[in-house]
Each structure stands twice: as C-alpha cells, then as structure tokens.
C-alpha cells in the first residue's frame, strides 16, 4: 500500500500568469493538500473521502483521479487493478491548485505502484495535459510546483517543462479561501483574448525582472515586481469586495497582495509573524463566508508531492 500527499499551490505569483507557480505549506505543521491511497484490487475501485469530497462528481468517469487512472491503463495499454482512495481536503474552484493536488497525488502513486514506467519529465507533461482537459487549456503552474515543490517557473521548450527558482526563504504567505467557488475555465475565459503591446512590453519586463530579483536575492525588488496586468483587472469583479481587502491588506503591512490562481482565494506575503498573525485574524474574521472558509500562515512547500505514513 502506497499513500502520496500533493500539496497546494499559488498559481501565477501576479507577475508570471500561468508560468510562475509555488507549493505552501502551512507554518503550523498541518498538511494542506490531498492525499491518495493506492494498492492491489482484483477491480478497480475508487473510494472517495475527505473534506471536499461533497463537491466531486458523482459519476467515477467523471472523477479526475479515474481520469489520471484512465489515461495512465492507455499509456501502459493494460487494465491497471488497484483500489484507490482520494482524500480530497482541497476545496475545488479555490485557486489553491485543488485539482493539481488530485491528478498530480494520483498519477505518482500509480506511477509508483506499476514501477516508475513514466519518467519525472513524462509525467508532468501527463499532469499539465490532464489540467487542461479540466480548465480548459493546459497550464503547468499548479501541477509543476505541486509536484517539485518549491517556486518553479514554467519553460516548455528544449525537453524542460519547469525549473526551481530561489525564492526568499523568511517570507510568510497568507492564504485566505471566502468559501465560495469560481471555475478555473470561466475565470479564464473573462481574459481578453489579447492584450496591447504596452502591456506585453510592461508584463516581459516584470517577469523577467522578478527572476532576476530572485536569482541576485534582491527582496524589496522582488516584492515591488509582483503586480500582476494580466489577469487581476478582469478577475478582482469576481472577488468579493476586492479593492477594500486590498487596501487593508496593505494597511495592515502585507508586502504584497494578490489573486491565487483563478482565486477566490487570496494571497498576500510579509516577513514579519505579528504582521501575518493581524492579517490572519482580519480575514478569518472579515473575509470568510461560511464555515468551510479558511485562512492558512504558509511558507513554502519545498518538497512537493511525497510518500507520506499511513
Ligand atoms: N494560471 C491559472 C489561471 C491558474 O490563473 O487561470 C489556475 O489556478
């Protein structure tokens, strides 16, 4: 019996839309992410527990661990007979990279159970194709960070899909979920289908230099790079009461403020734990809209997707 853990990630880090992605882990210990349980079965089967798991389909085919499943038996052209158990604790339509945590935890355990047949690079390609069947196009920056953990920045060319980036190692990010639900695909289709050259030029220049931020450890440059043109003016009407949270935000001495995702999740980065313990007690109190809500203390996840005790 194999049991994997994936954790949840910050996709785009509002300078790098779709390439710039980082795994979190929560300061206090707890685990924030989905875990999948596999071994031998004489069928297949498909045992769904946790949480969120109230917000999955109810038919299995419709299910993305069957699908991670499914595609896994063509590639191996065999009926692959195990018995599966998902433990979603991942809301879904959060932008915490909730259905990274499921496809990227179920296709390293198969992986594992058949004896590695897929190399690292062969499987994420897997786990960026099988995200884009779900949000409408592939994007690799919930799966890759999800998976290597860490900050990774998505290349896609010459056989390399992503790559580790330095990141600043005393900055504490604050992830605050409402409690609601928006769809990845319809978050992206509100994005205009192009955007003008002055933004192009402006969004080359930030991400390129926020790398450079990162690789010299240049933190308050770093810090003042992170804005994001691309998404946030189309996605903020989707977050409920989104200029006021930032503004306080700010006030109460976040460094940086930002969509995670697809939100409505929120993300916002301090070095100080006062400063992150204020922000998190405003939100828990002001940003939260039923009880499945929740506001995590995080820094980063650096070691990704793993095997984890029974
Ligand atoms: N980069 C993707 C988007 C992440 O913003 O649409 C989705 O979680």
């Excluded at 998976?147 to 390399?160: A, K, M, R, T």
């Excluded at 080359?204 to 810090?223: D, E, G, M, N, V």
């Excluded at 006062?274 to 820094?299: D, E």
């Amino acid at each position: 019996m194999i049991k994997i853990y994936s954790p949840a990630s910050i996709g785009n880090l509002n300078v790098g839309f779709d390439v710039l992605g980082a795994a979190i882990a929560p300061i206090n210990g707890k685990l924030l992410g989905d875990c999948i349980t596999i071994q031998s079965s004489k069928i297949f089967k498909l045992i769904i527990t946790g949480n969120f798991s109230f917000q999955l389909p109810e038919k299995m085919k419709h299910n993305i661990v069957w699908k991670c499943w499914n595609h896994f038996c063509k590639i191996l052209k065999k009926n692959i007979l195990v018995l599966i158990i998902l433990e979603k604790n991942m809301p879904i339509g959060s932008g915490l990279g909730s259905s990274a945590c499921s496809i990227v935890s179920t296709l390293v355990a198969i992986n594992k159970f058949c004896n590695k047949p897929l190399n690292q690079q062969e499987l994420l390609n897997l786990m960026g194709t099988i995200e884009g069947e779900i949000s409408g196009e592939p994007h690799y920056d919930n799966v890759a960070p999800c998976y290597h953990g860490g900050l990774q920045l998505v290349i896609q060319e010459n056989n390399l899909i992503s790559q580790s980036i330095p990141f600043f190692k005393n900055w504490l990010w604050i992830v605050a979920w409402p409690g609601i639900n928006i769809s990845t695909s319809e978050a992206r289709s509100i994005l205009p289908n192009q955007y003008n050259k002055k933004t192009c030029i402006t969004h080359s220049r930030l991400l390129a230099s926020f790398i450079h931020a990162s690789y010299t450890q240049q933190y308050y440059l770093a810090l003042k790079l992170m804005q994001d043109i691309i998404a946030e003016p189309y996605r903020k009407q989707l977050i409920p009461k989104f200029i006021t949270i930032k503004q306080t935000m700010l006030k109460l001495g976040a460094m940086s403020f930002g969509i995670s995702g697809s939100g409505p999740t929120i993300f916002m980065i301090c070095d100080d734990k006062k400063i992150a313990s204020k922000i998190y007690l405003w939100l828990s109190n002001n940003y939260l809209k039923n009880k499945t809500g929740f506001v995590h203390i995080c820094k980063l996840d650096t070691q990704g997707t793993r095997t984890i005790g029974l």
